[in-house]
């Protein structure tokens, strides 16, 4: 439903099928399930859901207007009833049950977001975390180092997240195999005669890269290259020109300027 979550958590269609076929097979219960949209996406999910129909499941496609206790007929007296718009007979249908079971959407763990600040990764609007490219890498956050297993990353039934979890493993070994990390090129250095230790470079530093340390009797700042993304913000932030970036330091810029600037008298 739009109006509570904006995203399709993918498992709720096929879980209300499995406890619908559960309840019919092991009790004979009558089942009613109400639903919106009915998405059975997934290798069998669609035959499942024909089975689950054919095993006398009734299917109500409309909102649930409320589920109240108020009685209006003998049948209904005990019972909670439930109120909704069966939308494709256009009418309104009141069904006695004994039990109601909501089934309602996947959600981001309530400490997401503080895990998101421990390791500096990012959330999407949803609440999950951002994968480095949600086709080619879902597996791996824009952080080196930190990878997404499972519903972390966004809804997922039990075959996928086995997927998930499987390529973060593979992607976390690959590392330990390799022994080494590929650092990128123009990374962040510091000028350790002009820094005074402020702490602004760590400060802004979004991965944390930038730290500083007690070094020599002063407060100094130091840069892990492994981590460092050579984004450039706290050369542009140090306020003593400190920091600057690998082949991009201010003399390397000021002879690119002037090789690109036009050449006076002739
Ligand atoms: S912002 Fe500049 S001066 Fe301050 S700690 Fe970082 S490198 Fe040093
Ligand atoms: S260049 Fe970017 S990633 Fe590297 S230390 Fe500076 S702010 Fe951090």
Redesign the pocket.
């Known amino acids: 439903d739009k109006n509570y979550r904006e995203y399709c958590s993918k498992i709720c269609c096929m879980y209300a099928l499995k406890h619908a076929h559960h309840l019919r097979e092991k009790i004979n219960a009558d089942v009613y399930e109400m639903y919106i949209d009915m998405r059975c996406t997934g290798d069998g999910y669609e035959e499942f859901y024909e089975r689950v129909s054919a095993e006398g499941v009734v299917f109500i496609k409309g909102k649930v207007a409320e589920v109240t206790d108020r009685a209006i007929t003998e049948e209904e007296k005990g019972k909670l009833v439930v109120v909704a718009e069966d939308t494709l007979l256009g009418r309104l249908v009141r069904i006695p049950v004994d039990m109601v079971i909501l089934c309602p959407a996947m959600i981001p763990r309530a400490d997401a977001g503080e895990v998101a600040r421990m390791f500096s990764i990012t959330q999407k609007a949803t609440g999950f975390f951002l994968e480095r490219h949600a086709k080619l890498e879902p597996q791996v956050s824009a952080m080196d180092g930190i990878f997404l297993a499972g519903c972390c990353q966004c809804p997922k039934d039990i075959p996928d997240s086995v997927s998930h979890g499987r390529a973060a493993a593979a992607a976390a070994l690959e590392i330990i195999d390799r022994g080494s990390v590929v650092t990128e090129a123009a990374i962040a250095c510091?000028d350790k005669t002009?820094?005074?230790?402020?702490?602004?470079?760590?400060d802004i530093c979004e991965f944390r890269a930038?730290k500083?340390i007690l070094k020599g009797g002063r407060m100094?700042?130091t840069v892990n290259e492994a981590l460092c993304k050579g984004c450039g913000v706290?050369a542009v932030?140090?306020?003593?020109g400190?920091?600057s970036i690998k082949h991009f330091t201010r003399d390397e810029l000021s002879t690119m300027v002037k090789a690109l600037a036009p050449v006076e008298n002739g």
């Open positions: 510091v002009l820094c005074h230790g402020c702490g602004i470079c760590e930038a500083v100094i700042s706290c932030a140090c306020p003593s400190a920091m």
